[in-house]
Each structure stands twice: as C-alpha cells, then as structure tokens.
T-cell receptor, first 116, second 117 residues
Framework: GAVVSQHPSWVICKSGTSVKIECRSL??????MFWYRQFPKQSLMLMAT?????????EQGVEKDKFLINHASLTLSTLTVTSAHPEDSSFYIC????????????FGPGTRLTVL | AQKVTQAQTEISVVEKEDVTLDCVYE???????LFWYKQPPSGELVFLIR??????QNEISGRYSWNFQKSTSSFNFTITASQVVDSAVYFC??????????????FGSGTRLLVRP
C-alpha cells in the first residue's frame, strides 16, 4: 500500500512556542491531505482538509490562526501549532488521499505533542 | 447527516476464538465508500479494506472477512481464529464519494479488541 510519513514522531515543547509537523506521501502524489487530532481512548477528530496549492478548509471549532496548514506540493503538507499550550497536547495524525486508483486515505504514523 | 456507529466499545476474547466487530452507518448519499482501519498500540492507522456502495459482495482476506449489507446499513468485520497480534482498536469509517465533500472520512468511535493468550 501507499506510504505516508510524519515527522517528528514525538515532540516536547514549552508553552508559548510553535511546533511544525510534516506529513509526506512517499510513493504517490496526494492532491488532498487531512489533519486529525486524537485524544486518549477517543476516535479521530478531523481538524482540516488541505488541498495542494490552495487554502486549507477547517472544521467547525478549529482555530485556523492557531493551527496553520500549508500544502505547498503534491507530497508535503505541514501543520504548525502556534503558541502551543498544554491543552494542545495530543496525538496528531495526517492522512493523504491517493486519488488515481483506489481513492483511499492512507495515514501517517502520528506525532505525539506534549506541551509543558 | 452522515454517521458511523460502533456500538461495541471493548471486546475481549481468548486466542483462536472468532470475533465480529459491528459497524452501522447512516448517509443520504447513494454513492459512498466504507472503510476499516486498525490502530495498534503504536498509534499508526493501518488500512484494511475499502468498499464502495455499489459492491455488496462479501470479501475474505486470510483470517479477515467483511459483510456489507445495504439493507441494514451495516459493514461488519469478522476475525477468524483470533491471535494476540490482532489486539488493537478498530475503526469503521464512511466517506462520501464526491468532490463536494472533499472525500472526508467520518469515523466511528472505535472498538478496542483484546485477544488474550
């Protein structure tokens, strides 16, 4: 199957700093990537849909100025958590939609963010 | 509105038992996709299967099988002869097959499966 990578796999930062998470589709081009957030023992919550070359579409209740998304190429999307606070600590997962054959979303391994 | 319900929060079985994970969905669209993903303790979601709304054939892949019934809006997943490595959280998901929706996935709440030796 298609492979999606995420970097870093985990990060610890101080409150008030910004953190950037990268999501890459390694062996296919992804016109659409998605960013999810998952709290312990809960399901995935979609934060935003990222289309290459255009602005991201955010879900209701997600602050676009706090969670900056950039999708500059067909294989890379980034999520920047600006001025992170302890309540932003979570597991962030990206997915990339493989659109030419199976139209399936493949997920990255996730990034665990801990804000002190 | 679209919705996916996985009523079983946790299931515990002994190794080699068969286990079925239930998934019921709601959608007003006639064209849609259904998915199952596995999330082991490592956290990464592993794609298991994708089924489109026009294909009601059941599928078998090794010890895994899926039963799709549009009449009851269900897409159940059965693991035969379960193994300890099957222990994970399993998510059922629904996606509209249209650009309008951006192909967003609607996830169920997940079923945590524990297979005991």
């Amino acid at each position: 199957g298609a492979v999606v990578s995420q970097h870093p796999s985990w990060v610890i930062c101080k409150s008030g700093t910004s953190v950037k998470i990268e999501c890459r589709s390694l062996d296919f081009q992804a016109t659409t990537m998605f960013w999810y957030r998952q709290f312990p023992k809960q399901s995935l919550m979609l934060m935003a849909t990222s289309n290459e070359g255009s602005k991201a579409t955010y879900e209701q209740g997600v602050e676009k100025d706090k969670f900056l998304i950039n999708h500059a190429s067909l294989t890379l999307s980034t999520l920047t958590v600006t001025s992170a606070h302890p309540e932003d600590s979570s597991f962030y997962i990206c997915s990339a939609r493989e659109s030419w054959t199976t139209d399936t979303q493949y997920f990255g391994p996730g990034t665990r963010l801990t804000v002190l | 509105a679209q919705k996916v319900t996985q009523a079983q929060t946790e299931i515990s079985v002994v190794e080699k038992e068969d286990v079925t994970l239930d998934c019921v969905y709601e959608t007003r669209d006639t064209t849609y996709y259904l998915f199952w993903y596995k999330q082991p303790p490592s956290g990464e979601l592993v794609f298991l299967i994708r089924r489109n709304s026009f294909d009601e054939q059941n599928e078998i892949s090794g010890r895994y099988s899926w039963n799709f019934q549009k009449s009851t809006s269900s897409f159940n997943f059965t693991i035969t002869a379960s193994q300890v490595v099957d222990s994970a959280v399993y998510f059922c998901a629904l996606s509209e097959a249209s650009r309008r929706s951006s192909y967003k996935l609607i996830f169920g709440s997940g079923t945590r499966l524990l297979v005991r030796p």
